[in-house]
């Protein structure tokens, strides 16, 4: 047997392909052909963690599979997108439901700890290592929210004397600000740090962002106004943060004043006032006359010190947040940061954001130097690379190296997650292809305002404007700063309109943007720029029609010509039958033809435009002969419905 089939006979061939059919039974059932592609599947409970903007590549990564055949998966399920294009959460959970997998993204905060522990970075264990003896009081930080126009502004000027809405549009606040005070409290000096927030309801997410800082939240309801909508979203935004509540009565010297209608209004809130067994502390002010304002003081720093043990270690390397950043002309990125533990010193390497640097001078809300800020300190910091976002966390590095790094991977990581998050429509094919095929309309758009925050807070607002699934809207860049040369480019390749928000162009943009034909719009309060645009956007729906019935007429008697085929001698029961127009022919209530119109119309044996109801006419329904007496011929055109 040996000599006739060989060394190991018959038996080790029937071995091997045994041991190959395995193989195949096992590949199988760890793999599902989708479109004569294999792909590894999960058994329905497997969870994958996926950057925000992640591609395709990095899904096949994850599941030790070829990007190519995921793309043919994706096209399968009717998603056409490239190995390396950066996709929403919706099309990775699909792609994953398919495949057997649950997919999770990871949110911003979890990316970002997970990045700063590659650099060795632990900022919650650093935390708990701390001991109580390393820990001091520190001030309260303060953030003072409430509806627009019912004066919070006005009592920040209260607190620290200085009038800061002289200079703003509309006297709505355009930037947020962060400045400390000092309190004389029972003998002792004591430090309040307040955020001035926006009041329009176009920065929820900058006041949410406020409220993640925020030791103590100050309401502020004017007492002849009542509680309104953005009050009701900033009492939301501060349960959500856990903060306590302090209210300001506002407006106490307006004729109408009743203080005693708002404790009752928000007690519907959840909102108790002490007098009414509660606990939360309500102060009558008036911010114009300064009318309480210590009493107000007062009360913050008693609820700061019955609610919350406000401590922070100043020993160690700074941490914080960016509450504002600008671009200034002549010092370059500036921002507003809050030191919320630690130290920052000038000559500090910090990264914020995106943007890293090394700390070249700190001021404080009043533009005087200083050299070093304590936890609930906000400062201005100069010798950042670029202008961070309001409410980018920052922290001090041993090296540049780092701080750069650091920064960089925050960028990619940003821009792969912001490419997702912009492609806002049905289908993940291109937007260039789908508007040069006609499918849908979009609008281009590119922001430029002089400080971060409203520019981001615009753009969120802008995203949320939904009039159907014709027109979308897509951001393609955004910045701080003057409107550039580069601006204008990029808005002539990508058709864009261009909105300022409290800038305007540089030198000679003007005219290239008119050589260009490109579209610019100015703005100083960001509502407006909403509303423009959602117009605009209504404007490039494509119309919608609907059907209007102009009159009926009953077919009396049928004339045979042998020139214009059978004429309906008929008599107008309703409205009105005019020649040309649209006609479709009913018979015993059931519709014989819909597509038809009146080709001539006469009255007597002269022509008519027109004929009205309970007069007779002769209809010709061009090459349609099949008329009978009784038949009822009705008329209709399709109109033009108004957006709302």
Same mark, same amino acid.
């Given at each position: ?5 060989g060394?190991?006979?018959?038996s ?16 199988q ?8 592609v ?15 903007g ?11 599979a070829?990007?190519a ?11 056409m997108?490239t ?47 701390? #001991? ?5 009081a520190?001030?309260?930080v ?6 627009? &126009?019912?004066?919070k502004?006005? !009592?920040l #000027?209260?607190?620290?004397?200085a009038?800061?809405t ?38 929820t ?12 939240? $100050?309401l502020v309801v004017?007492?002849?106004d009542?509680v309104?909508?953005?009050t ?30 708002v404790r ?9 006032p002490?007098?009414?067994?509660? &606990? ?19 009360a913050?720093?008693?609820?700061a010190?019955?609610?919350?043990? !406000?401590?922070?270690?100043p ?13 200034d ?7 507003t ?33 200083v050299?070093?800020?304590?936890p609930s300190?906000p ?6 690379s670029?202008?961070p ?15 750069r ?21 049905v ?8 508007v ?18 409203? $520019? ?8 949320k404007?939904?009039v ?6 897509r951001?393609?860049?955004r910045?701080?700063g ?5 601006d ?14 409290n800038?305007?162009?540089a ?15 100015f703005?100083?309060v ?5 509303d ?9 729906l ?8 102009l ?32 006609a479709?022919?009913?018979r ?6 819909? #597509? ?19 007069f ?8 349609f ?20």
């Amino acid at each position: 047997t040996a000599g006739a089939f060989g060394r190991g006979g018959p038996s080790r061939s029937k071995n091997r392909k045994s041991k190959r059919a395995k193989r195949q039974e096992m590949e199988q059932r760890r793999t599902r052909e989708i479109g004569g592609v294999r792909v590894p599947k999960g058994d329905g409970t497997t969870v994958l963690r996926l950057r925000r903007g992640s591609s395709l590549a990095d899904f096949a990564e994850k599941i030790n599979a070829e990007p190519a055949a995921l793309v043919t998966v994706l096209m399968k399920l009717g998603e056409m997108a490239t190995a390396n294009q950066s996709l929403d959460e919706e099309t990775f959970k699909l792609l994953g439901e398919e495949l057997g997998y649950v997919v999770e993204i990871v949110s911003p905060e979890d990316e970002d700890r997970e990045l700063l522990e590659s650099f060795d970075i632990n900022l919650s264990a650093e935390a708990e290592d701390e #001991d109580d003896e390393d820990l001091e009081a520190r001030p309260a930080v303060v953030t003072v929210m409430g509806h627009v &126009d019912h004066g919070k502004t006005r !009592l920040l #000027d209260a607190v620290r004397h200085a009038n800061v809405t002289e200079g703003e549009a509309g006297g709505i606040t355009q930037h947020i600000g962060a400045y400390q005070v000092q309190i004389d409290h029972e003998g002792e000096q004591r430090g309040l740090t307040f955020i001035d927030t926006p009041g329009h309801e176009a920065f929820t997410a900058m006041r949410a962002r406020g409220a993640k800082v925020t030791d103590i939240a $100050v309401l502020v309801v004017a007492a002849d106004d009542g509680v309104m909508p953005q009050t009701v979203e900033a009492i939301n935004h501060a349960k959500a943060a856990g903060v306590p509540i302090v209210v300001a009565v506002n407006k106490m010297d307006k004729e109408g004043a009743s203080p005693e209608k708002v404790r009752g209004q928000l007690t519907e809130y959840d909102i108790v006032p002490e007098a009414y067994g509660g &606990d939360t502390m309500f102060v009558d002010i008036s911010a114009i006359q300064r009318l309480n304002i210590d009493e107000l003081l007062e009360a913050v720093l008693l609820t700061a010190d019955a609610s919350l043990e !406000l401590t922070a270690n100043p020993d160690h390397e700074a941490r914080g947040v960016a509450i504002e950043a600008n671009l200034d002309k002549g010092r370059g990125p500036v921002a507003t940061v809050l030191v919320q533990t630690g130290t920052l010193r000038i000559g500090d390497t910090i990264v914020a954001g995106n943007a890293h640097g090394r700390v070249r001078a700190m001021f404080d809300e009043n533009g005087q130097e200083v050299t070093e800020a304590e936890p609930s300190r906000p400062v201005q910091v100069l010798g950042l690379s670029a202008v961070p976002r309001a409410g980018d966390s920052f922290l001090v590095t041993q090296e540049d190296r780092t701080a750069r790094q650091i920064a960089e991977k925050r960028e990619a990581v940003e821009r792969n997650a912001m490419l997702a998050k912009r492609r806002k429509r049905v289908s993940l094919e291109n937007f260039d292809q789908v508007v040069a095929e006609g499918k849908i309309d979009t609008l281009n758009l590119i922001l430029k305002g002089d400080v971060s925050g409203a $520019v981001e807070a615009l753009e969120d607002a802008l995203l949320k404007i939904d009039v159907g699934e014709d027109v979308q809207l897509r951001v393609i860049h955004r910045g701080v700063g003057a409107i550039t040369q580069n601006d204008v480019n990029l808005a002539t390749v990508d058709d864009a309109v261009i909105i300022g928000f409290n800038v305007r162009p540089a030198e000679r943009v003007n005219d290239l943007a008119e050589r260009e034909g490109v579209d610019m719009r100015f703005y100083s309060v960001i509502y407006a720029a909403i509303d423009d645009i959602e117009n605009a956007m209504k404007g490039m729906l494509k119309p919608e029609y609907e059907e209007v019935e102009l009159g009926s007429a009953e077919v009396r008697e049928v004339f045979r010509s042998s020139k214009f085929g059978n004429i309906a001698g008929s008599i107008v029961r309703s409205g009105v039958i005019r020649r040309n127009a649209k006609a479709r022919l009913v018979r015993d209530g059931a519709v014989v033809s819909d #597509d038809l119109a009146i080709e001539s119309l006469k009255r007597y044996k002269d022509d008519a435009t027109e004929v009205r109801q309970d007069f007779e006419c002769g209809i010709g329904l061009g090459s349609f002969n099949d008329i009978q007496e009784g038949d009822r011929i009705e008329t209709w055109e399709m109109r033009e419905i108004p957006r709302v």
